[in-house]
């Protein structure tokens, strides 16, 4: 599956929680645990980050494991993206792949998912996310490129600049499929985006003894048998787009 852009947005200028993709995590930076969790889209990922003069330790990183970057503009994540798979051969066909670096918990099967649902070419966008029952921090959207670019050439406005696929169905007519998680596991927050979301990323993967290989229903498990895990970040509120 050749053509596939995987592309995560990646900044060391988070204001909750400064410099989090580069937090200790089973011993290394929270940018690599996560893309150890995606080891068969290696080839296929590119590490969109910021072009501020702040992102050189995830520039050293992804050097050090041999995955591709681009530098774009902080906070028009839209043109960043745009340009990144440009940059990279993009055609109208090409399956772009978007997953943002505060999520170290997602999974590679769920994400396989979702491509494998956008490359058969019967819909336009595919995701999974909490609005479908998942856990927030498994978020996974693909779309196609020809899409990507329309609404970076036709979106103005700061928030649709900001957040790539907000205003994608203001400027398309598109179809859409939606995978469910069946129950709703959207109360679990695994996202990391404040102090206690790294104090309870953590706790999980003391659970899983630092291994980075266990599978979402093992995920899902843990936390409804392990309630104290969830309970150290459910007060945090997500923040609004």
Partial sequence: MSDVLVIIQARMTSTRLPAKVMLPLCGKPVLQVMLERLPSWHKHIIIATTNDGTEQPILDLCAQLNIKTYQGDTHDVLSRYYLAAKHYGAKPSTTIVRLTSDCPLIDEALCT?????????????????????????????AFSFKLLENTYLKA????DREHVTLGMAKFNTITTHTFSAHEDYSHFRLTLDEPDDYKAITAVYDH??????????????????????????????????
């Avoid at 979702?114 to 609005?131: A, C, F, K, W």
């Avoid at 290989?213 to 509120?237: G, M, R």
Wanted: proline content about 6%; hydrophobic content about 25%.
């Fill in 113 to 141: 998912q979702v491509i494998n649902e956008r490359t058969s070419q019967n819909y336009d966008m595919v995701n999974l996310g909490p609005h479908s029952g998942y856990p927030r921090g498994l978020d996974c959207c």
């Fill in 156 to 159: 103005t406005s700061p928030a």
């Fill in 208 to 241: 899983f003894l630092n291994k980075v290989d266990f599978s979402y229903n093992d995920l899902i498990k843990t936390l409804k048998e392990n309630p104290y895990l969830t309970d150290i970040n459910k007060h945090v509120e997500q923040k609004s787009t």
